[in-house]
């Protein structure tokens, strides 16, 4: 079992900055991978970003260039860097790690609101 739990949402003006955080209850070294997604009240949720054990990250195309994935596996915690904030980049946004044998982990969430 992995927890994770998500911080550093919150409201900013569109332009601004926010870092998100998920801390994991254990290591997440070696797992296969690693995201970010997002959800908007009512609609799917989306896959925003995603790193892999070997390093890859991949983005959706709507934040290349503003988000950035990474992880540091001494604090067993994933980050997301979003710069350039859009009013459109407001959603709740979800941790996930998918660990061995491909169990994936969700964390609870954290809101992210920009404004015009």
């Known amino acids: 079992q992995v927890q994770l739990v998500e911080s550093g949402g919150g409201l900013v003006q569109a332009g601004g900055s926010l870092r998100l955080s998920c801390a994991a209850s254990r290591s997440i070294a070696g797992f296969p991978a690693m995201a970010w997604y997002r959800q908007v009240s009512g609609e799917h949720r989306e896959l925003v970003a995603q790193?892999?054990?070997?390093?890859?990250?991949t983005y959706a195309d709507s934040v290349k260039g503003r988000f950035t994935i990474s992880a540091d596996n001494a604090a067993n915690t994933v980050y997301l860097q979003m710069n350039a904030l859009k009013p459109e980049d407001t959603a709740v946004y979800y941790c996930k790690i998918v660990a061995f044998l491909g169990t994936a982990y969700w964390g609870q969430g954290t809101q992210v609101t920009v404004s015009s």
């Open positions: 790193l892999t054990r070997s390093g890859a990250a």
